[in-house]
Structure formats: structure tokens, C-alpha cells
């Protein structure tokens, strides 16, 4: 039986895994239903199955010989979006909702993992599958890690992907090298001398400081950093002042900071304080800077990706390889492929000739056809990785 007659075989299985997952999503790093169900599938499989950790992740090992061990890492978490698709599978969970294709992810990560039990002649070595929760914001994968998931065994290659809404059903997309930014979120309060609206001077008016903060920001981007490079400053939140007739004593800036090269990093973060600072100053405020960093660049190895692009020429056609995609959103599976080398992919998941609905928003859904690519693309990446017989 050929790779695509195999997943054929679980089609209806995955499309139900996805809609279940879709129907019944979870935020956060509390995720009981959709893990209890991911443990329940590994143990029918035979794998050696590990929960809570990081609250609701689930790990299953399964061990075929001696050989390299490869981690497939899935991410299980919902968002806090109304859902607003007239769909039979649509969330029955107010306010939360699937809307980045982790129902997806957990789904094809389920199938391969039956796919590779069912076939163990075809493979040798440690097959790691690792369903993540809290990628969306609550730092699953730093958790997970602290918590040991990347030991007993330790992998020597990772491989992720992800259901992607800009690329066309058919559509792979396999780049070497960084392919998701590096994410700061950032807080600045400038704290003033409030009073009467109609008597500015006798205030430090912070609306005025932080309006000049927010316009010397841009410049960051524009004027600090090499047009040959990428990074993004965004102010995503202003919030000061009750009333039309009052000065203010405090507004609060928020935003985000976006990266692949640490010396670009570097550069725009020190701009950015001194910036913060001296425009506080001139202005006789005080402006306090809080800096969280999120997570770092998600960058694929140059070896292991070549060899992935390989395999989609071979099971999907050299028409569907699409290189070059980059995004400065972020991803925490970055964590990972910085311990181990891997590759991140971007599946296409949006019917050709429809309206692309971008990730994040409550009319967004998969082309289910994707589901199927995504699975055999996974099932013979992981075959090539772990065949009989390759000097690794």
C-alpha cells in the first residue's frame, strides 16, 4: 500500500478527530478534554504515554529499535475568540474557539501517530509525539522543557508544522534559516504632573510625551536598522485620561517587538530605551519601561530542511513547494529548534479560488484537505528521517 492509499484509510478518522477538537476547544495550559483524548489514542497505540506536563501536555514515545529519535511537536491550544461560522462542527464553548488550526495540528498529529504504529516495519528508531498546550501566549514550550520533556530520550531532529491560511490548499512552504521572528511585548507608563485641560502649563503632560514616544518609535525601524534586515516596532495599545477637560497624570503604551538576527534584536531594544528615556526627559516626565521577552527566532536547520523540501518534491510534486515564506509572527516551538536541530512547515489550508480568512479571526476554517496533506507529508518526512539503513 502506497503513502497516500495509507492515509486515505484514516481520512474519516481525522476529519472527526479535527471537528471534535474544533467543537470542544480550551485555552491556556488547561486543556483536560482534548489531552485525555490524546493520551487515550497514544495507549491504544502501544506508545509510552506521559501527562501533565506543563499542566496538560501529553508525550508518547514509541521505541522500534535502534536508530535516531525524532519529536513531532503538535500545539493544542485555543483562543479566547466568539467563534462565527455556521458550521456543524462549531465551538459550543462561548467565547473560545479554534481559530489557528491547533484542531487541526492535534488531529494530523494523532494520525501519524497511528500510521507509524501500524506500520513499524518501514521505520527504525524512537518516535517522540509531543502535543503542546499554551502556545498561544502562556509559554507551553519553555514549560515543558523545564519540565524535562526534551530528556529520556532526547531528540536528534524535531519536525512542526503549521496549518497555514495565506498559502492555497496543495501549497508547502519550506525555507532554511529563520522563518519566525523573535517577540517582545513591551509596557511604557509615562507618568506626568496631571491638571486642567485649559491649563497646560501649569502641567508635565504625559498624553503629549507619550504621543512624541509613540512618533520616535517609527524611526527605530526606518532609521536604526539596515534596510537589508527586518524588524518590526508596533504600539498596540494607548490608555490615559477619564475625561475631555483633564490632564492626565499617566498613560500606558503597549506593544510588541519583532525580530529574526539577535544583533537586530540588540540594536532596536537599545534604541528603544533611549528613546523611552530621552523623550520622557526632554519633556520633564518619567517614563518606565517593562520588557518581556516572549520568544526568540524560529530558525530551521539548513540540512534537515533541504532534506524536508526533498520530500515534498517526492510525495506532493515540485509544483507544491513553495519557497521563501517568512512571518514575523512568533512561534514557542522555537524553543525546541534551539536544542535540537528541525524544520518548521507551513501547510496551505485555504481551498483554492476562497477568500483567505486570516488566523486570529472568529470566521476562520480549514480546508479539511489539508489535514490529508499535512499527515502524509509528516508520515514520509518521518520515514525518510528514520529509514532502514541511513547513515546519520
Same mark, same amino acid.
Not at 61 to 67: A, F, I, S, T
Not at 241 to 260: M, S, W
Given at each position: 500500500?502506497?503513502?497516500?492509499?495509507?492515509v486515505?484509510?484514516?481520512?474519516?478518522?481525522?476529519?472527526?478527530?479535527?471537528?471534535?477538537?474544533?467543537?470542544?476547544?480550551?485555552?491556556? *495550559?488547561?486543556?483536560?478534554?482534548?489531552?485525555?483524548?490524546?493520551?487515550?489514542?497514544?495507549?491504544?497505540?502501544?506508545?509510552?504515554?506521559?501527562?501533565?506536563?506543563?499542566?496538560?501536555?501529553?508525550?508518547?514515545?514509541?521505541?522500534?529499535? %535502534?536508530?535516531?529519535? @525524532?519529536?513531532?511537536?503538535?500545539?493544542? +491550544?485555543?483562543?479566547? $475568540?466568539?467563534?462565527?461560522?455556521?458550521?456543524?462542527?462549531? !465551538?459550543?464553548?462561548?467565547? &473560545?474557539?479554534?481559530?489557528?488550526?491547533?484542531?487541526?495540528?492535534?488531529?494530523i498529529g *494523532?494520525?501519524?501517530?497511528?500510521?507509524?504504529?501500524?506500520?513499524?516495519?518501514?521505520?527504525?528508531?524512537?518516535?517522540?509525539?509531543?502535543?503542546?498546550p499554551?502556545?498561544?501566549?502562556?509559554?507551553?514550550?519553555?514549560?515543558?522543557?523545564? %519540565?524535562?520533556?526534551?530528556?529520556?530520550?532526547?531528540?536528534?531532529?524535531?519536525?512542526?508544522?503549521?496549518?497555514? !491560511?495565506?498559502?492555497?490548499?496543495?501549497? &508547502?512552504?519550506?525555507?532554511?534559516?529563520?522563518?519566525?521572528?523573535?517577540?517582545?511585548?513591551?509596557?511604557?507608563?509615562?507618568?506626568?504632573?496631571?491638571?486642567?485641560?485649559?491649563?497646560?502649563?501649569?502641567?508635565?503632560?504625559?498624553?503629549?510625551?507619550?504621543?512624541? $514616544?509613540?512618533?520616535?518609535?517609527?524611526?527605530? @525601524? !526606518?532609521?536604526?536598522?539596515s534596510?537589508?534586515?527586518?524588524?518590526?516596532?508596533?504600539?498596540?495599545?494607548?490608555?490615559?485620561?477619564?475625561?475631555?477637560?483633564?490632564?492626565?497624570?499617566?498613560?500606558?503604551?503597549?506593544?510588541?517587538?519583532?525580530?529574526? +538576527?539577535?544583533?537586530?534584536?540588540?540594536?532596536?531594544?537599545?534604541?528603544?530605551?533611549?528613546?523611552?528615556?530621552?523623550t520622557?526627559?526632554?519633556?520633564?516626565?518619567n517614563?518606565?519601561?517593562? *520588557?518581556?521577552?516572549?520568544?526568540?527566532?524560529l530558525?530551521?536547520?539548513?540540512?534537515?530542511?533541504?532534506? @524536508?523540501?526533498?520530500?515534498?518534491?517526492?510525495?506532493?510534486? +515540485?509544483?507544491? *513547494?513553495?519557497?521563501?515564506?517568512?512571518?514575523?509572527?512568533?512561534?514557542?516551538?522555537?524553543?525546541?529548534?534551539?536544542?535540537?536541530?528541525?524544520?518548521?512547515?507551513? @501547510?496551505?489550508?485555504?481551498?483554492?479560488?476562497? $477568500?483567505?480568512?486570516?488566523?486570529?479571526?472568529?470566521?476562520?476554517?480549514?480546508?479539511?484537505?489539508?489535514?490529508?496533506?499535512?499527515? !502524509?507529508?509528516?508520515?514520509?518526512?518521518?520515514?525518510?528521517?528514520?529509514?532502514?539503513?541511513?547513515?546519520?
Amino acid at each position: 500500500m502506497g503513502l497516500h492509499e495509507e492515509v486515505q484509510t484514516l481520512v474519516p478518522q481525522l476529519i472527526a478527530w479535527r471537528r471534535d477538537f474544533h467543537r470542544h476547544p480550551e485555552i491556556g *495550559l488547561d486543556l483536560p478534554r482534548s489531552a485525555g483524548i490524546i493520551a487515550g489514542v497514544l495507549r491504544t497505540l502501544e506508545y509510552e504515554v506521559a501527562e501533565h506536563i506543563a499542566r496538560s501536555g501529553v508525550v508518547g514515545v514509541l521505541r522500534n529499535g %535502534e536508530g535516531p529519535v @525524532v519529536m513531532v511537536r503538535a500545539d493544542m +491550544d485555543a483562543l479566547p $475568540i466568539q467563534e462565527e461560522n455556521d458550521v456543524p462542527y462549531a !465551538s459550543v464553548e462561548a467565547g &473560545v474557539m479554534h481559530a489557528c488550526g491547533h484542531d487541526g495540528h492535534m488531529a494530523i498529529g *494523532l494520525a501519524v501517530a497511528t500510521l507509524m504504529a501500524q506500520t513499524r516495519e518501514q521505520w527504525r528508531g524512537t518516535l517522540k509525539m509531543v502535543f503542546q498546550p499554551g502556545e498561544e501566549g502562556f509559554n507551553g514550550a519553555e514549560i515543558m522543557m523545564a %519540565e524535562g520533556v526534551l530528556e529520556n530520550p532526547r531528540p536528534d531532529c524535531v519536525l512542526a508544522l503549521h496549518l497555514w !491560511s495565506t498559502l492555497t490548499t496543495g501549497k &508547502v512552504a519550506v525555507t532554511p534559516g529563520p522563518v519566525m521572528a523573535s517577540a517582545e511585548a513591551w509596557r511604557v507608563t509615562v507618568t506626568g504632573q496631571g491638571g486642567h485641560a485649559a491649563q497646560p502649563d501649569r502641567t508635565v503632560d504625559p498624553v503629549v510625551t507619550a504621543a512624541l $514616544i509613540v512618533t520616535a518609535l517609527q524611526t527605530i @525601524v !526606518s532609521r536604526n536598522v539596515s534596510p537589508l534586515e527586518t524588524a518590526v516596532v508596533t504600539v498596540g495599545r494607548i490608555a490615559g485620561g477619564d475625561a475631555f477637560n483633564v490632564i492626565p497624570d499617566q498613560v500606558i503604551l503597549e506593544g510588541t517587538i519583532r525580530t529574526y +538576527d539577535p544583533l537586530v534584536r540588540e540594536t532596536v531594544l537599545q534604541r528603544f530605551r533611549e528613546i523611552v528615556a530621552g523623550t520622557a526627559a526632554l519633556m520633564g516626565a518619567n517614563a518606565t519601561l517593562d *520588557l518581556h521577552a516572549m520568544t526568540p527566532a524560529l530558525v530551521n536547520d539548513e540540512t534537515i530542511t533541504r532534506e @524536508v523540501q526533498d520530500v515534498v518534491r517526492k510525495t506532493q510534486g +515540485d509544483e507544491a *513547494l513553495e519557497l521563501g515564506l517568512r512571518t514575523m509572527g512568533s512561534e514557542d516551538a522555537a524553543f525546541f529548534l534551539q536544542e535540537a536541530p528541525g524544520c518548521y512547515v507551513f @501547510v496551505g489550508a485555504t481551498s483554492p479560488g476562497k $477568500i483567505m480568512t486570516p488566523h486570529h479571526n472568529p470566521h476562520f476554517d480549514l480546508d479539511e484537505e489539508a489535514l490529508v496533506i499535512g499527515t !502524509s507529508l509528516l508520515l514520509a518526512a518521518l520515514r525518510h528521517f528514520m529509514a532502514f539503513g541511513r547513515e546519520d
